[in-house]
């Protein structure tokens, strides 16, 4: 790069004009440090170790790392660029380095690993120039990849760009607005308890607790204690008193995930809490009023619920005054590879160092699976994957999705033309009874033709 192209690190200034690149060398390579080759367009910044390429990316985004290599690596050398460059996964790295260096295993190690591309010394300057500029464009991918996710997310891992989502987020924001029960249908897996949560955040109540109970997981027993809390020897082994569930959400929101499960004996106290606002402890005798808005989640139909005579009618009319439906997976299926990403760089650093996302097989795999889990199904399988994958590229074995039907190939021109070959050939024959000859001239072709096509089809003749 020409000398007025190479600037310390503390010379830094955002020219969104301008492309940038970090430059730093590990170790002796034999070779100049700072290599001549002439990039206008280009401000490379120059660390003079590795504790400055860190300390100036924390601070400074740059699209392309330039490394030049030292001939030889050793074991903390090797632990250091390696942090390093997991890092700043996203942006793409060039390394330089003398050839004598790709005898090095540990260098080769790196450059299959985390590299974009490497050249060797000295340099062919118009070579690296065309490399900087693909990696350059690689890094903007990667930059634009990721914006999606962060605009289509809403919560903690609420992700979506599709309409579906769009819809459920301005619900979300038209409903947290109100202090009135909510009801909140979806099928498992698809988000209910984060969407609850979201609720919750940009409610009025933010500040206050968010208390979230499996109404189908607690042994009836259990459900008055957990829900209204108890007193001091209520029964055998209340030593002292317990805040219940609702009571510790005063002030704040009380979530009833499959409220459908609720057995019906306890229905009418919530019932009661839901009109009155008060609750009374197990054993006890005082109403403790309590101020929490109460959020329910069901998957199942609490209509029939209540027509079966399993669910009280008064209570699904209590929690039912605003309702949310959230998106099964198979509705916004658009919205896969936001969430894939979204989730694999979630779980990315659990996984080898080398995996740098999904392969298109993939990505074809989980937008033709209909996921009956749901996301919930979804990140079960990334998680997996990300753990197992011995490649670079996640694929649908590592998903175990390619023994899915749904992911087949559609038939080539080719496959389509020989299937409708053969039934039309099947299909004459039948009609003239077999007779060769009368077959031939109905299908516009020679007896030698017809041979020829019988045999590779293994039609049936006779």
Same mark, same amino acid.
């Not at 996301?375 to 990334?382: F, G």
């Given at each position: 790069?020409?000398?007025?192209?190479?600037?310390?690190?503390?010379?830094?200034?955002?020219?969104?004009?301008?492309?940038?690149?970090?430059?730093?060398?590990?170790?002796?390579?034999?070779?100049?440090?700072?290599?001549?080759?002439?990039?206008?367009?280009?401000?490379?910044?120059?660390?003079?170790?590795? !504790?400055?390429?860190?300390?100036?990316?924390?601070?400074?985004?740059?699209? *392309?790392?330039?490394?030049?290599?030292?001939?030889?690596?050793?074991? !903390?050398?090797?632990?250091?660029?390696?942090?390093?460059?997991?890092?700043?996964?996203?942006?793409?790295?060039?390394?330089?380095? =003398?050839? #004598?260096?790709?005898?090095?295993?540990?260098?080769?190690?790196?450059?299959?690993?985390?590299?974009?591309?490497?050249?060797?010394?000295?340099?062919?300057?118009?070579?690296?120039?065309?490399?900087?500029?693909? /990696?350059?464009?690689?890094?903007?991918?990667?930059?634009?990849?990721?914006?999606? *996710? &962060?605009?289509?997310?809403?919560?903690?891992?609420?992700?979506?760009?599709?309409?579906?989502?769009?819809?459920?987020?301005?619900?979300?924001?038209?409903?947290?607005?109100?202090?009135?029960?909510?009801?909140?249908?979806?099928?498992?897996?698809?988000?209910?308890?984060?969407? &609850?949560?979201?609720?919750?955040?940009?409610?009025?109540?933010?500040?206050?607790?968010?208390?979230?109970?499996?109404?189908?997981?607690?042994?009836?027993?259990?459900?008055?204690?957990?829900?209204?809390?108890?007193?001091?020897?209520?029964?055998?082994?209340?030593?002292?008193?317990?805040?219940?569930?609702?009571?510790? /959400?005063?002030?704040?929101?009380?979530?009833?995930?499959?409220?459908? #499960?609720?057995?019906?004996?306890?229905?009418?106290?919530?019932?009661?809490?839901?009109?009155?606002?008060?609750?009374?402890?197990?054993?006890?005798?005082?109403? *403790?009023?309590?101020?929490?808005?109460?959020?329910?989640?069901?998957?199942?139909?609490?209509?029939?619920?209540?027509?079966?005579? !399993?669910?009280?009618?008064?209570?699904?009319?209590?929690?039912?005054?605003?309702?949310?439906?959230?998106?099964?997976?198979?509705?916004?299926?658009?919205?896969?590879?936001?969430?894939?990403?979204?989730?694999?760089?979630?779980?990315?650093?659990?996984?080898?160092? +080398?995996?740098?996302?999904?392969?298109?097989?993939?990505?074809? =795999?989980?937008?033709?699976?209909?996921?009956?889990?749901?996301?919930?199904?979804?990140?079960? +399988?990334? +998680?997996?994957?990300?753990?197992?994958?011995?490649?670079?590229?996640?694929?649908?074995?590592?998903?175990?999705? #390619?023994?899915?039907?749904?992911?087949?190939?559609?038939?080539?021109?080719?496959?389509?033309?020989?299937?409708?070959?053969?039934?039309?050939? #099947?299909?004459?024959?039948?009609? *003239?009874?077999?007779?060769?000859?009368?077959?031939?001239?109905?299908?516009?072709?020679?007896?030698?033709?017809?041979?020829?096509?019988?045999?590779?089809?293994?039609?049936?003749?006779?």
């Amino acid at each position: 790069m020409r000398k007025s192209n190479i600037l310390p690190l503390a010379s830094f200034r955002d020219r969104p004009d301008r492309r940038r690149a970090l430059f730093f060398q590990v170790g002796d390579s034999g070779f100049p440090v700072l290599p001549d080759i002439g990039i206008g367009e280009w401000d490379l910044y120059v660390a003079n170790d590795l !504790r400055q390429a860190f300390d100036f990316l924390d601070r400074q985004a740059c699209q *392309v790392g330039l490394l030049q290599f030292g001939k030889t690596l050793d074991a !903390r050398q090797v632990s250091e660029i390696t942090a390093l460059l997991d890092r700043y996964a996203l942006m793409q790295w060039v390394a330089l380095l =003398a050839r #004598d260096s790709l005898e090095d295993a540990s260098v080769c190690g790196l450059l299959s690993a985390y590299f974009h591309d490497y050249h060797t010394l000295p340099l062919d300057s118009s070579r690296l120039i065309n490399t900087l500029g693909h /990696a350059y464009g690689m890094a903007e991918m990667a930059r634009r990849a990721q914006q999606p *996710v &962060a605009e289509a997310t809403l919560g903690r891992e609420m992700v979506g760009s599709s309409p579906a989502m769009q819809a459920l987020f301005k619900t979300i924001h038209k409903v947290a607005a109100t202090n009135a029960a909510v009801l909140i249908r979806g099928e498992s897996g698809t988000g209910k308890e984060l969407t &609850a949560l979201a609720l919750h955040k940009q409610s009025l109540r933010a500040k206050g607790p968010f208390v979230a109970v499996n109404c189908g997981a607690l042994p009836s027993n259990l459900v008055q204690s957990t829900l209204f809390g108890y007193e001091k020897g209520a029964f055998t082994g209340a030593s002292q008193r317990k805040i219940g569930s609702i009571e510790a /959400a005063d002030g704040g929101t009380i979530f009833l995930d499959e409220i459908g #499960d609720l057995p019906h004996a306890f229905q009418v106290n919530l019932l009661r809490f839901l009109q009155e606002k008060t609750i009374t402890r197990v054993g006890g005798t005082e109403n *403790v009023s309590v101020d929490a808005r109460v959020i329910a989640a069901t998957h199942v139909d609490l209509e029939q619920a209540v027509a079966a005579g !399993r669910f009280r009618e008064d209570l699904y009319y209590r929690l039912n005054v605003l309702q949310v439906q959230v998106p099964a997976l198979r509705e916004r299926k658009e919205d896969i590879p936001l969430l894939a990403r979204f989730f694999f760089d979630k779980f990315r650093s659990e996984g080898s160092s +080398r995996l740098k996302g999904f392969s298109q097989a993939a990505l074809h =795999a989980m937008s033709s699976h209909d996921w009956p889990g749901n996301v919930r199904e979804l990140v079960n +399988r990334i +998680r997996r994957a990300t753990v197992m994958s011995e490649g670079r590229l996640i694929t649908p074995a590592d998903l175990e999705l #390619d023994g899915i039907s749904l992911t087949r190939q559609l038939p080539t021109l080719e496959e389509a033309r020989s299937v409708a070959e053969r039934e039309t050939i #099947d299909q004459v024959l039948k009609h *003239v009874g077999y007779n060769l000859s009368q077959a031939a001239r109905h299908l516009g072709i020679s007896r030698v033709t017809l041979y020829r096509l019988i045999e590779r089809y293994g039609i049936d003749a006779h």
